[in-house]
């Protein structure tokens, strides 16, 4: 509802991001993936794009789309890169980790 009522909302993005990771979480990679596309696309530079756009890979990634998950992730090493080399490292690490995807 918060998503809904206030789209403009300085924290909307992580409203969108919790969704999406609710219905990872669920077992729902589908349905996450559009929440999280959706927050990367909105607003790149929304406070949680940057993990939208990380959790979108592990969606694909659940979803057996290893290329759609590299691309997310390729997206994500360019786009925030400090993000990549910081705070997010790990989870970019493991959502990787058993894809196939070009340097």
């Known amino acids: 509802m918060f998503v809904e009522k206030y789209p403009r909302h300085s924290r909307t993005s992580f409203g969108r991001n919790l969704l999406g990771r609710a219905f990872l979480d669920d077992g ?13 696309q909105t607003d790149k530079r929304g406070a949680r794009a940057p993990d939208s756009l990380l959790f979108l890979a592990e969606s694909m990634k659940k979803l057996k789309d290893d290329k759609r998950a590299c691309i997310a992730l390729a997206e994500f090493s360019e786009t925030y890169a400090a993000e990549a080399a910081g705070r997010l490292k790990s989870d970019y690490n493991d959502t990787r980790r058993g894809l196939s995807c070009p340097s």
């Open 28 to 40: 729902q990679p589908t349905e996450a993936a559009k929440w999280f596309l959706e927050n990367y």
